[in-house]
């Protein structure tokens, strides 16, 4: 967990708990399996490999930025984005049902902060969500880095009753184009991977993309170049920052 992030995003991270299966070419150079490889030697990845829930101090932390939500709206003049598990998917198939419950419970008590879920198994949405639906703080999101993934997979993600419903395109390893259907998405991401061995992104991805959200009214958020070096790139599209925010009023 930590207060705050550096992921452009979202202001603060949450990790009910950590370990994941890898599901798809997203996931080849997968963040958070590195981090416990070379950094915190914590939890093994893959098929059958415990995930391992965080302490009962961190499942706190939400809980504080509940109690302080009026300062942090002072301060910012929204409400707080929390983004739910960035070293796991809440919709992981390996993950106790109990400990999603919690989840959930812990959700609908901080009512003033929008939780930011994205999964890469969409699939698994409507038959672990809560019996009366996602909790309306809940943004849910999908991850889809190519074509034959958005074909597959966004029309699960429409299926979803969630107040904000959003495409993270990141890493983004081919075009996705031609005759989108966007209406009833409110929200696109996108960003080049990054880190050692890094797959390039191409400007005309990107740029296509973009005209297809514009057109459709779909806020639409670039985050990254990425590329090999950590500052590869920068994040501005001909010299200025493209961040759109979904419309939550
Ligand atoms: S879903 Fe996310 S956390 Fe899980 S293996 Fe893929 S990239 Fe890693």
Redesign the pocket.
């Known amino acids: 967990m930590a207060e705050t992030t550096g992921i452009a995003w979202t202001d603060s991270t949450f990790n009910p708990w950590i370990g ?4 798809g070419p ?2 080849d150079n ?4 590195a981090l416990m490889e070379k950094r915190w030697h914590r939890v093994q ?1 893959g098929s059958g490999r415990a995930r391992q829930k965080t302490s009962a101090s961190n499942w706190q932390a939400p809980l504080h930025w509940e109690k302080h939500h009026e300062d942090f709206a002072l301060a910012h003049g929204r409400r707080r984005r929390v983004f739910c598990a960035s ?3 809440v919709f ?1 198939n390996e993950v106790p049902p109990q400990w999603r419950g919690e989840l959930w419970a812990l959700m609908k008590s901080t009512p003033h902060l929008d939780w930011l879920v994205l999964t ?1 198994r969409v699939g698994n949405v409507q038959s672990m969500a809560p019996a009366e639906g996602l909790p309306p703080n809940v943004w849910l999101g999908a991850t889809m880095v190519n074509q034959a993934e958005y074909d597959r997979d966004v029309r699960k993600l429409l299926a979803v009753d969630a107040s904000v419903r959003f495409l993270s395109v990141e890493p983004m390893l081919g075009p996705i184009h031609g005759g989108l259907d966007l209406h009833g998405l409110d929200w696109v991401i996108v960003g080049g991977e990054s880190g050692r061995g890094a797959r390039p992104i191409h400007r005309e991805w990107i740029d296509s993309l973009r005209r297809e959200c514009d057109a459709a009214g779909v806020a639409f958020f670039f985050k990254q170049w990425g590329g090999e070096s950590a500052t590869a790139g920068g994040c501005s599209l001909d010299g200025a920052e493209v961040k759109q925010w979904p419309c939550t009023a």
């Open positions: 994941c299966t890898k599901v997203g996931c997968c963040y958070a399996e990845w070293l796991a998917d992981d890469k």
